[in-house]
């Protein structure tokens, strides 16, 4: 059985076994990561999963909230859940601790190219990250744009800033240049896969 | 209609209105906290809601997760859950941020008098909660004897001391004079109900 963490396709692009996903696509001379069957989700997960490991960071997605409304005990031990419904979560998706800094954040994918649309957050998520921020903690976001396989960290102050702007009548996506030119990009490797902590070291090092 | 966070009894004890809950009641001239009707759990909301208002910190319990096996879509906006079982949680029900410091506990409650079972902790609970103290973060325990209707705070460092001894053979749960001795007694009041911010700020003391 080929091991998963050390092995790469020839144009460096990560190999994570048959099983689990397709290889990258080509499209003429050019690997469409877009194409390479992860999910950004998946790919944070594994990668808070080797921040933990290597006892750097702790970090988790917080599970879907579910308002449960029917629950089945044929054993005792054996509940099963029978009507249930998704909830709007109150907060953002991810948190943890990293260095002693409160890290909280939410990812988020498009297939736009030229930038990111708005709505793909929610107002709650935005004022949930703000009430963080003001609390001292660190906020951003993870943005990736699908069909270039871009992955940027985007500070919340710049998210703040759109929003706010979108809501006095401005518009409604953020320029994938201002990203570029406000985010930090994070390339794709392995261990982690995303390895979004050192955008986040620049975010502690101007806290400073 | 009564206002819900102004109303004490002449007591001292809160009166969170009759449709909430049942007033506490009085064995002999004691009051008797333990059948006033509102968990730990729920107390623990409303405070971090008080916390959240007024901008002192902002942290939430975390969703319990649950593993969906079957989702019915009768209209496109409204997805029911149809088959879907409990997991256990990975982490700790509580985290978020004070101060910048990141903040992760649980909260327990028992029906004994002397001491607390450490079987009410799951392993993976005591290890998340190292992994966050190790990150840098500022773990604990609250704990509730529910007879008296006492309330502590617990630092982890003391957990880890006797989950480990239990580990070595030692006895199975932590004496309720230890907990008085290393921990933080939490007084009940209004706004917020559970004020354990308090006792976190002697651990932040003791940090720096």
């Not at 970090?59 to 579910?66: G, R, S």
């Not at 609390?135 to 871009?150: C, L, P, S, V």
Request: hydrophobic share 35%; glycine share 8%.
């Amino acid at each position: 059985m080929w091991s998963v963490v050390n092995i790469r396709y020839p144009n460096g692009a990560a190999y994570h076994g048959p099983a689990k996903q397709s290889a990258p696509s080509h499209t003429g001379t050019r690997t469409n990561y877009g194409d390479r069957g992860m999910s950004l989700e998946a790919e944070l997960n594994e990668s808070n999963q080797y921040y933990l490991t290597n006892g750097i960071a702790v970090i988790h997605k917080k599970p879907t909230p579910v308002q449960i409304v029917k629950v089945d005990y044929p054993r005792r031990s054996a509940a099963t859940i029978k009507e249930a419904y998704f909830r709007h979560p109150s907060t953002t998706d991810y948190n943890g601790v990293y260095q002693g800094h409160y890290i909280d954040f939410d990812a988020k994918e498009t297939k736009n190219k030229v930038s990111f649309p708005l709505k793909n957050f929610h107002e709650h998520q935005v004022e949930h990250l703000r009430a963080c921020v003001q609390a001292g903690g660190i906020g951003f976001a993870i943005i990736r744009f699908t069909n270039e396989g871009d992955t940027f960290l985007l500070p919340a102050s710049v998210l703040f800033k759109f929003w706010d702007n979108q809501a006095n009548g401005g518009r409604k996506s953020i320029p994938r240049a201002d990203i570029e030119a406000s985010g930090y990009s994070i390339p794709f490797q392995l261990n982690p896969l995303v390895p979004y902590l050192s955008a986040v070291d620049s975010l502690i090092a101007k806290k400073k």
